[in-house]
């Protein structure tokens, strides 16, 4: 098959259960030139080379079709945000990587993730237990857990009301749907997703005014507004971007991390056995970084990076301007690099793959989406009493890029009471004063 | 728990430091320290932070033995090779970081043999960049840095005494305390030590030191705790540059003297040696470029008291850390045939020895600090490297090639690459800078101290260094490998304010005309190969 045609069937919604035969199929193609002018990069050296490249932009003002359309907005478009960071280029975006990490990671904070885990352990738990009480039930594990439990922390992180939930649904899934090249072209995904995170700026926007006369927190927010002393503050607007940036990111992939989790854990019930065991302290760990490659929550970096140079890459040479994507969940089953790569396989050596990409704009979330996998992984096998799937597949989500379980109903012959802090694995690993 | 990471892979995601902040910390964007010998406590974090780094650079020791790579045996060439494989006997003189890794990759690919290691020192193999680092500033113990062991694998160690002399004809290495071990095949992995104050009288004062064993990092780590009025250091290069990164971080004031122009010059040239003085004089480093130490002097207790510098002037000093560059470790290779000196030993691209009239000697390879070896890309001229990587790069081909014959054994064509970690910056270089004519900022801002600088030789780029920017370095890697040309032409992300060339200003080196270009392609050692490419910009 052509691969014009491997790219439009892994896009179409029929093959989301399981697209890594196409991926195979596309990768026979390192570097594909689509029929509207884009390439699509599947094999993992030239993805990884890519990464590292900067002859690649993300600035998507770079593309000469989106930058014809911007400044063109209709009167009664929303006032639009300037890019949030990972649309930008050094230097700004490594500017705004900083001061979003002085409240979140080291240097200033090296610390905050890892003083989390209690409270991480504590929301799976109470989410675990309102499963409790019925003997054998069924569950939708999604609905019930893989969804509310990132989208609570990320509203803890940035302090947004829980209860905004439903808003803010609909504003982030008018975001991924526009990440999805399925729904229409690059151009016109661009000018959809702008609307809809100038939205979500709007409702930051409101919530900040709403705080305006409380003491600022430790959130993210009132960081980031504080700025880190060294540098000057973000403005409001760049504060607004990067936000809803935050919110969109921090609750609509990890859903999918835990959802893919626990399917393949119950395809692979060898492993869940040895999780739910619990005497390899390192295993939860390694089953996240497993299933970071072999089920990625992100397959498609599908808002395209940007040709800023000819590129010459496996005999093909990428035009200067040429928007590219990078196929990571194909890129990671890559058998020239990784030995036997269809195989779920937590005890896997130098597990390098690229399920949060690579380089500069490397995920962001990353040390968070870890530990919440890792917890909700280790506490589900723990505690659920005879997990069954109901179907398999799943109903799937309809993002080729943002891919994962709409739900995921297993049936359970009860739950196991959550472990006393003093016999459970976290608890030793709490900070000490 | 025995931790180390291969920092010539970190490229400064910090994932680790978010799985175990107490183990890992990040200086400034990307620079990398840690723990090598974490509280037991800390294995948990620790194994997350290695299964979290997406460059998977961290190695631990393992407590289970379950895990580590399995190579199935290669199937031997001829009844020579097959036999030796079973029951050859290698002898490694050098309990080094080479001289280790040698013997894992020789058993995890099928060697069976009887194996010795040789150390002159009475420690296992540890990892030495902490000693000017991490030890000084109290994140790690001196005597914690034993590099882990990840396979339980069979050697026989004969520490605490060095090799004394080589009988190539009887086979044998003799040891100083008389006792004779034979071999099949020998690595020689003796590396270097550290080139002493030449003053004798001097170097024996109290507060006089080197730093390159655990022992001196200790002898060094107390006479900074003790707070002392100032430290001198003396000769600015990499050792030297760290070290006086860890007075300031210690609040101690230093006081750097090197005769060349500025810091770092012999190894980055003068136009980023410029940038490190500047560095360097930031963060309050009473930097003396352009002068020399003429005497060090002590009070009637034979402490160190005082610096007497070439342009007159006297320091008060208590403490003074020569760091002069190190003297290659040969001496017990003299009389031997081998083609040793003061550059080392010499051996071809697949590590094996030289004798003195240039012919491969046969059974005997060498690897790390101590080889000299032709590299393609840099005209077949030999280089004599003190990098880590290379040390691990090139025992691997060499580990390889004495259990392999003919065209089976591989060629040692890795770029060289190093890294230090100073002034909370992560300087991090890949190919041969001192090997140019040109240097370019590439990309990025020196004054923001975030940049990446290519090199170029006859017009094509030889290297690129980076401070604080390593994630792009691996481009810069293969535009290398592929004798691309120089300046680079292409528009990048983050160009730079002034992107023209200016002259390398590296130490001069003899370069013969008529240059070899060299294309290497591959990733694993397995697959490097190098093709001679002629090209019309020469």
């Not at chain 2, 270009?517 to 190969?529: A, D, F, L, M, N």
Request: proline residues 8%; charged residues 25%; negative net charge.
């Amino acid at each position: 098959m052509a691969g014009n045609g491997v790219w439009r069937q892994i896009l179409d919604y029929s093959h989301r259960a399981d697209p890594y035969p196409l991926f195979a199929q596309l990768r026979e193609t390192p570097v594909l030139r689509l029929e509207d002018g884009s390439y699509v990069v599947s094999t993992y050296r030239e993805i990884v080379a890519l990464l590292h490249d900067p002859r690649l932009s993300s600035d998507v003002r770079n593309l000469p079709d989106v930058a014809a359309t911007v400044g063109s907005t209709s009167d009664d478009a929303p006032p639009g945000l300037p890019p949030n960071f990972i649309r930008t280029d050094p230097p700004e975006h490594d500017r705004m990587r900083r001061l979003l990490t002085w409240n979140f990671g080291p240097p200033h904070r090296p610390g905050r993730i890892d003083g989390m885990l209690p409270e991480l352990l504590e929301i799976v738990t109470g989410l675990i237990d309102d499963f409790a009480g019925m003997g054998t039930t069924r569950v939708d594990l999604v609905d019930r857990f893989a969804y509310p439990f990132p989208v609570t922390v990320i509203c803890r992180l940035l302090d947004v009301p829980r209860e905004d939930e439903p808003r803010f649904h609909a504003l982030s899934g008018a975001v991924i749907e526009a990440n999805n090249p399925a729904t229409a072209g690059i151009a016109e995904r661009q000018r959809r997703r702008e609307k809809a995170m100038a939205d979500l700026g709007q409702y930051f926007a409101t919530l900040l005014d709403a705080r305006r006369d409380r003491p600022a927190g430790d959130d993210l927010l009132s960081g980031l507004l504080r700025g880190d002393g060294a540098e000057e503050p973000m403005t409001r607007e760049q504060v607004l971007s990067n936000a809803a940036l935050l919110l969109v990111a921090g609750h609509e992939t990890t859903v999918n991390l835990i959802a893919n989790g626990i399917l393949t854990l119950l395809r692979h019930p060898e492993v869940l056995d040895r999780l739910r065991r619990g005497n390899e302290p390192d295993l939860a760990a390694r089953v996240v970084e497993e299933l970071l490659r072999y089920e990625p929550p992100v397959q498609i970096l599908s808002t395209p990076r940007n040709a800023v140079a000819d590129i010459e890459i496996a005999g093909t040479i990428i035009p200067k301007g040429s928007p590219v994507i990078l196929a990571l969940a194909a890129g990671s089953r890559d058998p020239a690099v990784v030995p036997d790569p269809d195989r779920f396989d937590p005890d896997r050596e130098h597990n390098e793959h690229l399920g949060f990409g690579g380089g500069i704009h490397y995920c962001f979330g990353a040390p968070l989406a870890r530990p919440e996998a890792r917890i909700a992984l280790t506490e589900l096998a723990y505690r659920l009493e005879n997990p069954r799937l109901v179907d398999d597949p799943p109903p799937y989500r309809a993002s080729p890029s943002l891919r994962g379980p709409r739900h995921l109903l297993v049936d359970i012959d009860g739950v196991e009471p959550a472990r006393p802090p003093s016999e459970h694995p976290i608890a030793h690993l709490r900070r000490l004063p | 728990m025995k931790v180390v990471v291969d920092l010539t892979r970190c490229q400064g995601y910090a994932q680790c430091v978010f799985a175990a902040p107490d183990v890992f910390t990040i200086r400034g964007d990307e620079a990398l320290l840690y723990d090598s010998d974490p509280d037991e406590r800390q294995r948990e974090r620790v194994e997350r932070a290695a299964a979290a780094c997406p460059v998977q650079a961290i190695v631990l020791e393992r407590q289970d033995g379950r895990r580590g790579q399995r190579h199935s045996p290669q199937p031997a060439i001829g009844d020579f090779e097959e036999a030796f494989m079973r029951n050859g006997h290698v002898v490694i003189v050098g309990a080094s970081l080479a001289g280790v890794r040698a013997a894992l990759v020789m058993r995890r690919q099928g060697f069976t043999g009887p194996l010795t290691v040789i150390g002159d020192e009475p420690h296992l193999p540890y990892d030495r960049p902490p000693l000017s680092k991490q030890v000084l500033i109290g994140q790690a113990r001196a005597l914690g840095t034993e590099l882990p062991r990840r396979d339980e694998f069979d050697v026989t160690w004969r520490l605490g005494v060095p090799a004394a002399g080589l009988d190539l004809i009887g086979k044998q290495v003799e040891l100083a305390d008389g006792q004779k071990v034979g071999f099949d095949r020998l690595l020689i992995a003796t590396g270097l030590r550290a080139r002493p104050w030449p003053n004798e009288a001097e170097a024996a004062l109290d507060g006089v030191c080197t730093v390159r064993t655990p022992e001196d990092a200790a002898a060094l780590r107390r006479l900074l705790t003790a707070k002392p009025d100032r430290v001198l250091v003396i000769g600015a290069g990499f050792t030297g540059s760290e070290v006086a990164s860890a007075c300031r971080d210690l609040d101690v004031p230093v006081t750097v003297v090197d005769r060349g122009p500025v810091p770092l010059a012999g190894a980055l040239g003068a136009l980023i040696g410029r940038v490190a003085a500047r560095m360097q004089r930031e963060h309050g480093v009473d930097l003396r470029c352009g002068v020399q130490v003429e005497a060090l002097e002590g009070d009637g207790s034979g402490r160190l008291r005082r610096a007497r510098l070439s342009d007159g002037s006297v320091l008060d000093v208590d403490v003074a850390v020569a760091a002069l560059g190190s003297i290659r470790n040969v001496e017990w290779l003299e009389g031997s045939g081998l083609a040793a000196g003061a550059w080392g030993v010499t051996c071809d691209a697949g590590c094996r020895a030289m004798d003195v009239n240039g012919v491969v000697a046969d059974d005997v390879f060498v690897a790390g600090d101590i080889a000299r070896f032709p590299h393609p890309v840099y005209n077949y001229q030999y280089l004599a490297l003190e990098h880590w990587g290379n040390a691990i790069a090139q025992a691997e081909v060499a580990a390889h090639n004495m259990i392999s014959a003919g065209s089976r054994r591989w060629p040692h064509l890795r770029l060289p690459e190093f890294w230090s970690t100073q002034f909370d910056t992560e300087i991090k270089s890949v190919g041969v800078p001192t090997y140019a004519d040109q240097v370019v900022i590439a990309q990025g801002s020196v004054a923001g101290r975030r940049f990446v600088a290519a090199y170029g030789y006859q017009g094509r780029i030889t290297a690129a260094v980076a401070f604080n920017q390593s994630r792009w370095l691996e481009f810069y890697a293969e535009l290398i490998d592929r004798a691309a040309p120089f300046p680079p032409s292409f528009p990048t992300v983050d160009p730079p304010s002034d992107g023209h060339p200016v002259a390398a200003e590296v130490p001069d080196r003899p370069t013969p005309t008529g240059q070899a270009t060299v294309v290497v392609t591959g990733h694993k050692p397995s697959e490097r190969r190098a093709r001679l490419v002629s090209r019309p910009y020469l």
